[in-house]
């Protein structure tokens, strides 16, 4: 036989087994006679008959390759060790070779999982050809088993990579964007053909570009955090709503993006405000990134959201406390004198201010308690609050008692009616608190040319206090009457 005698077959660097399944064919036959025609289904309804099948192929040459490739020393010591070259593995993949043969193809392939002498375990890319003239009873087959083991375990170790991408993409806890910015990046390649260099300036010309870029980003797929983040209960509902989540304070953080980009920032992030599927704000921090193998075209990049919703509104209330008072939530002395400050500098005129003290207050305190002191003072705050409501004036709690309207642009006309609206307020609040009713001493000046901007504050609480010493005078007087007519009585 030719192929026996052939240099090619022991030289080959692939290994190769001349083998004979003609008792396979007997057996072929047999079943056939016995009337089986689904010989996949008959093969897979008992195992034991694929490993009869296997036994009954009788190999009959294999070369160098092949002793070298399963450890053995020669091929009797091959052949008296087939058990453990194929063992259990085989049998799934040895079906679909006798499947082959029972349909009369001649030639075959198929991946299998063979083992060495010593245990090591081998993946292989089994190939097969039914020699011509041996077609009528299959006694003579060239198989060759090329070792693909260094091929399947690179494609297990990228399968893992790839499921471990996917799930620190979809499980991570962060919002993950991917997103294609080829258009945009061709865009912004055009215009530096055309010549253009301040890129900044061509957007506060051009604003319908911003809007173009928009359209231009295709969203490719987002994680399970984005969903959480936005109140979306899919992919396909929050594609479906994205404007609602990028609202109009989206437009100048994308131009900014733009400029970053055109810069050649291609790394970078940023404060943003996004919007729920309900309509609620979310403060984020945008990370965007152009992926490395995407460097040339943009069509793959990542913006990565943290909710920052949360140390925003800290951020806020500590903002807030630092300018105003807790109780009565109007301004703080801290706000009021940064006020001064920057009236004193805006040269701002006219200006004017009031100055108010609540009377008896302490009385109050020593005699109801500091709770009832303290909802008097916040029935100050809210009379207050809707004094300056809608207008440039600030309202400032400078002490325990004692409170400035700062009224920058009034002139004294301006100032009697702000008089006029507060002495109303107070009058309603009056009515419904009838039984604890707030009394004020008040100091109102208007800004003088050429003054100071303390000198006039100054004379606004001057005029106060002598309210005030003539509140406490006619006060103890009617008190010292009291007193004498319960005497006489």
């Not at 006679?33 to 296997?54: N, V």
């Not at 990049?301 to 009565?328: C, F, M, P, S, W």
Request: glycine fraction near 4%.
């Amino acid at each position: 036989m030719e192929i026996l005698d052939s240099p090619f077959f022991e030289l080959s660097p692939i290994a190769m087994w001349l083998e004979d399944y003609s008792e396979i064919k007997k057996q072929f036959d047999l079943w056939r006679e016995q009337g089986i025609q689904d010989l996949y289904q008959f093969l897979q309804e008992d195992e034991t008959r694929i490993l009869d099948c296997a036994k009954k192929i009788k190999i009959l040459k294999v070369n160098a390759k092949t002793l070298d490739l399963y450890e053995a020393q020669d091929f009797q010591q091959l052949c008296d060790n087939l058990n453990l070259i194929f063992k259990q593995d085989m049998v799934k993949s040895h079906i679909h070779e006798l499947v082959a043969l029972w349909n009369g193809e001649t030639h075959f392939a198929n991946s299998a999982v063979n083992y060495t002498l010593t245990g090591q375990r081998l993946d292989i890319q089994l190939k097969a050809i039914v020699l011509p003239n041996y077609e009528h009873d299959l006694s003579r087959l060239l198989i060759t088993t090329e070792d693909i083991t260094a091929y399947v375990e690179a494609r297990q170790l990228e399968e893992k990579n790839r499921h471990l991408a996917e799930a620190r993409f979809n499980y991570s806890p962060t919002s993950l964007w991917i997103e294609d910015f080829s258009r945009i990046k061709t865009r912004l390649d055009n215009l530096r053909a055309l010549g253009i260099e301040d890129f900044s300036t061509f957007l506060d010309v051009h604003g319908e570009f911003i809007n173009e870029c928009i359209q231009d980003i295709v969203l490719v797929d987002v994680n399970q955090a984005t969903l959480d983040l936005f109140g979306a209960p899919s992919k396909d509902v929050l594609f479906k709503n994205i404007h609602l989540i990028f609202a109009q304070e989206m437009r100048q953080t994308f131009r900014e993006q733009l400029i970053e980009l055109w810069n050649g920032h291609i790394h970078h992030r940023r404060e943003a405000i996004n919007y729920a599927l309900d309509g609620s704000i979310r403060h984020v921090l945008l990370h965007f990134t152009v992926f490395p193998d995407y460097l040339d075209n943009w069509s793959m990049v990542q913006v990565a959201l943290t909710d920052i919703t949360a140390r925003k509104k800290a951020e806020n209330y500590l903002e807030y406390l630092g300018k105003h008072d807790v109780l009565t939530k109007l301004y703080n002395r801290s706000f009021y004198s940064m006020e001064i400050n920057r009236l004193q500098r805006n040269m701002l005129r006219p200006v004017s201010c009031i100055f108010i003290d609540m009377n008896g207050l302490k009385e109050v305190n020593d005699c109801l308690g500091h709770d009832a002191g303290d909802a008097l003072l916040q029935r100050m705050g809210n009379i207050l609050n809707q004094l300056i409501h809608q207008t440039l004036y600030s309202a400032s709690r400078i002490g325990g008692d004692e409170f400035v309207v700062l009224l920058p642009g009034a002139d004294e006309s301006a100032l009697h009616n702000c008089l006029q609206t507060l002495q109303e307020l107070l009058r309603v609040d009056n009515q419904f608190y009838s039984s604890q009713k707030i009394s004020l001493s008040i100091g109102h000046t208007t800004h003088q040319a050429g003054e100071h901007m303390e000198d006039m504050l100054k004379r606004a609480d001057l005029l106060m206090y002598e309210q005030k010493r003539a509140y406490y005078l006619e006060n103890s007087r009617r008190k010292s009457a009291e007193s004498e007519d319960s005497k006489r009585c």
